[in-house]
Structures are given as structure tokens and as C-alpha cells.
């Protein structure tokens, strides 16, 4: 069956600290990743989105990256968290369908 | 820049009567909405799209309409239920070559059911 995880689901971390987010589908092979922000009073935004390995393309400056290291695996890191990285974080698979899976979500606080 | 906006942030509606959800985009090249359903501290779940070659997408309770003219689009819950409080997202896309397709979603709106 079509899966897709994403962990871990609530995370508190300090000013400066590395983060690592992470998303993995199951059930389809080279899948349309992306991961999405809702900050406080604000809607989903896209942040980064990848078609394959090693492909990834940003929507938005910040201090966020993503990786693809496998096929079915997408990373959201940070090396920094800074106070306005905080935020609820969705990893999403969008199939050719348009049809749009998405992940359990990440709270993350950043104190 | 907002290229999909809904513009009430809350909305409530007593049990029984009809919700109605209003979403409106700025990109003519936009050419698929969805709504997505979101519950606190869960990730959003599809509930219904269209396409823009129709004007009307009926799903049980859920209806979706489409006014290409006015890049208006909204959602229609009739009756409405307690269990359909919840924020309610606009997406929309452009093209679906199989390639990434990038949903551009609203602000979301709050719909609150009540007894």
C-alpha cells in the first residue's frame, strides 16, 4: 500500500542547534516530495519540493535545507535553528494525479 | 504575494445548515483546485478537487464550484456536522505534465459547527 511517514512528530530544540526532519514514502518509486511550513496564522508554505535524487529545488530563502538521498527518502535539516523556524512541518507526496498524501506532521519549537 | 486567498478566517454555522467556503487566486494559468481539510496537530486530508474544464465537483455532502471568469471557487457542506469543524485549506495547481506539481495553497478558513 501508498504510505508516507514523517518523524519524529514533536521536537523542542534550542537556539542553534542542527535539526533533521524526516520523510520517507512507501508503495511507489520516484515520487514528487515536498515539504511545507504552516507558521502561526499563516497557511502552508512550500519550502522545498524534489523530483528524484539528488534533485531539489527551493520556493523560499531561509535556513532550511533539504536533501534526497534515496528515492523514496527526503530530509529537511538545519545546521542553526533560529527562533522563527519554529512551526508545524508537513512532508508531502503529490502523485501525477495531482492526488497529494501528506505526512503526520512535525511540530517543532525552537526556545 | 497571496496567489490563492481566502479571505475569512473563521466562519460558523449550526449543525444542520449549509457551510459555505470561498477561495479566490489571481493566476489564470492555475488549472486544478483541491480542498484539503486540516485538524489540529494532524496533517490536512484531500477531500475534493475539480478541474478547470468543469464548473461543478459533487462528493456526498462536499460540492465544489468553479467560476473560471471570476478565479472564484468554493466549497459546500450541506448538511453541515459537528465532525466538519475543522480548517479547511484552498490548493491550487497548474499543469500536470507528471512532473512536480506545486500545490499553492490559501491562508485557510476556520469552520466552526455548532449544536
Known amino acids: 500500500s501508498q504510505t508516507i511517514h514523517q518523524w519524529p512528530a514533536t521536537l523542542v530544540q534550542p537556539v542553534g542547534s542542527p535539526l533533521s526532519l524526516e520523510c520517507t514514502v512507501e508503495?511507489?518509486?520516484?515520487?514528487?516530495l515536498y515539504w511545507y511550513r504552516q507558521a502561526a496564522g499563516r497557511g502552508l508554505q512550500l519550502l522545498f519540493y524534489?523530483?528524484?535524487?539528488?534533485?531539489i529545488s527551493s520556493e523560499v530563502p531561509q535556513n532550511l535545507s533539504a536533501s534526497r538521498p534515496q528515492d523514496r527518502q527526503f530530509i529537511l535539516s538545519s545546521k542553526k535553528l533560529l527562533l522563527s523556524d519554529s512551526g508545524f512541518y508537513l512532508c508531502?507526496?503529490?502523485?501525477?494525479?495531482?492526488?497529494?498524501?501528506f505526512g503526520e506532521g512535525s511540530w517543532l519549537t525552537v526556545v | 504575494d497571496q496567489q490563492v486567498k481566502q479571505n475569512s478566517p473563521s466562519l460558523s454555522v449550526q449543525e444542520g445548515r449549509i457551510s459555505i467556503l470561498n477561495c479566490d487566486y489571481t493566476?489564470?494559468?492555475?488549472?486544478?483546485f483541491l480542498w484539503y481539510k486540516k485538524y489540529p496537530a494532524e496533517g490536512p486530508t484531500f477531500l475534493i478537487s475539480i478541474s478547470s474544464i468543469k464548473d461543478k465537483n459533487e462528493d456526498g455532502r462536499f460540492t465544489v464550484f468553479l467560476n473560471k471568469s471570476a478565479k472564484h471557487l468554493s466549497l459546500h457542506i450541506v448538511p453541515s456536522q459537528p465532525g466538519d469543524s475543522a480548517v479547511y485549506f484552498c490548493a491550487a495547481s497548474m499543469g500536470n505534465t507528471g512532473t512536480a506539481s506545486k500545490l499553492t495553497f490559501g491562508t485557510g478558513t476556520r469552520l466552526q459547527v455548532t449544536l
Open positions: 524534489s523530483v528524484g535524487i539528488g534533485q
Open positions: 508531502a507526496w503529490i502523485t501525477g494525479g495531482n492526488t497529494i498524501y
Open positions: 493566476n489564470s494559468m492555475f488549472d486544478y
Open positions: 508503495g511507489t518509486s520516484n515520487p514528487n
